[in-house]
């Protein structure tokens, strides 16, 4: 669609899929063809890895810890289907960075949801190890969010929000104090915010590069890619709080492998797309029309997206390899468990009353 006389981007004649294709072949015959094969490649390597694991993950009890786990295997599914539809029509590119985007904030606060599923199941067992009789009570009678307090409160005060990205550097600034109802919400709020504000940008860039003119629509998609970067390292920031305040009690639980197969391939795709486009606009011999815009030949943005895409498509081996090796299917048990919207409304409810709860230290310095 257009606005006016405006052109809108992506909707110049050579990038229609009959048009791409005639032109590819023509001027860049075999690095062409062999990004479709390996492409192709890729992309049913992709979907059987992730079938085998699913199915795997089908054959354990059924349980809210086997549904999550299982989701999970959304983000390198979509991924990979979305990455080999722009190698076969370059124009989809903003649908695919739109599932891209939604797949990445849904496997992250999937992560989340699993992390507070597992400190819940361990929250209760620490409980029953170390609590006395009349704690257990009054504990259990508050619900999984105040054992999962008292439990985090049993490692002692640290600098919990003194973590990667923003403040790894400023351990020493901050001050010691144990995890609160408070500071477990506001951890879920820094995920679910990217959730939110991804789908909005998104849906709305998509929009705006369909229906706007071209330096709006630009703008806009410049803007945006901004707040969904900063959204998204907000996100990273709630997750590693929730990583280090969890890491000894989830020992077991090997999260450090499941927080590396999120995201180291969502950072090397991000630097691949960097490296590739150095390349491509020091490299890429003038006469090459591949992917090129015949109204706007200087402009090789389509160049990088597609060979970004390429990468990134076999990207997706590597990330489901880490993912089944992450979220092994011999973990998933029928265990007592508690959705997180639950669990946040027993965590509000002690933020309401004060959350103060008393652990076995203060039991011992109360009688002194």
């Not at 991924?79 to 649908?95: E, K, N, V």
């Not at 640290?158 to 790894?168: D, H, L, M």
């Amino acid at each position: 669609m257009s606005t006016g006389d405006a052109k809108t981007p992506g909707s110049g004649e050579g990038l229609r899929v009959q048009e791409f294709f005639h032109t590819c072949l023509k001027d860049n015959r075999g690095p062409f063809l062999v990004s479709l094969i390996l492409g192709g490649i890729a992309l049913l390597t992709t979907l059987i890895l992730t079938w085998q694991h699913v199915s795997r993950l089908r054959q354990r009890p059924i349980c809210m810890l086997q549904s999550y786990y299982t989701s999970i295997f959304v983000f390198p599914t979509v991924w990979a289907i979305s990455a080999f539809s722009t190698l076969i029509c370059p124009r989809s590119a903003p649908l695919a960075e739109l599932a891209q985007g939604q797949s990445e904030a849904w496997a992250i606060y999937v992560f989340l949801v699993i992390l507070f599923v597992l400190v819940a199941r361990e929250s209760l067992a620490d409980e029953v190890r170390h609590a006395s009789e009349e704690q257990h009570l009054e504990t259990k009678a508050r619900g999984t969010g105040a054992a999962i307090v008292t439990a985090l409160a049993r490692q002692g005060p640290q600098p919990f929000f003194a973590v990667p990205p923003f403040f790894c550097c400023f351990v020493r600034c901050f001050p010691k104090h144990d995890l609160s109802a408070r500071h477990l919400l506001r951890v879920s709020a820094l995920v679910r915010q990217y959730a939110y504000l991804q789908l909005f940008f998104s849906v709305f860039s998509l929009w705006a590069e369909f229906t706007v003119p071209e330096d709006r629509a630009k703008q806009w998609a410049s803007f945006s890619r901004t707040v969904l970067k900063i959204s998204g390292f907000m996100a990273i920031y709630g997750l590693f709080v929730m990583y280090k305040a969890t890491h000894d009690l989830l020992h077991e639980w090997k999260t450090t492998g499941k927080f590396i197969a999120i995201k180291v391939v969502i950072l090397l795709s991000i630097l691949q797309e960097k490296v590739i486009k150095m390349l491509i606009y020091k490299f890429r011999r003038k006469d090459n029309t591949c992917l090129v815009d015949p109204a706007d030949p200087e402009d090789l943005d389509h160049v990088v997206t597609y060979w970004s895409q390429f990468a990134l498509l076999l990207d997706t081996i590597l990330m489901v390899c880490l993912l089944s090796r992450a979220f092994d299917p011999e973990e998933v048990q029928d265990l007592q468990q508690q959705h997180l919207d639950l669990v946040e409304l027993e965590l509000q409810q002690m933020k309401v009353e004060g959350g103060n709860l008393k652990t076995e230290s203060d039991s011992d310095d109360d009688s002194d």
